[in-house]
């Protein structure tokens, strides 16, 4: 599955309504979030139907990231339909986010 990316000011119904989304804040100039990117795709490739991946640059939106309250990047959100269950901030280890994902999905 490919990462969905997030434009505009509002979160997309899709990102609302799936049962467990991963968003990736990030920004271009970003080295750590650079070393984010291909965990996020290695994440998306594995939770290919099972979760919603997405990454949203917050120079680009920067209306969601102030709903979401990001103040630093990268900040990686993880929601449960449409809520949030919960939010890490700085570069983490693939498995640190799978294990997130599974227990969004378990609860």
Known sequence: MEVFEI???VLPE????????LIDFYADWCGPCKMMAPVIESIAAAEEATAMICKCNVD?????AS???VMSIPTLVILKE????????GV???STLTDALQKAKAE
């Open 14 to 21: 899709e990102v609302e309504t799936s049962a467990v989304t």
């Open 67 to 69: 709903a979401y309250g």
């Open 92 to 94: 983490q280890k693939q």
């Open 82 to 89: 449409g809520e949030e269950y919960s939010r890490m901030v």
């Open 7 to 9: 434009v505009g000011d």
């Open 60 to 64: 680009q939106n920067p209306e969601i």
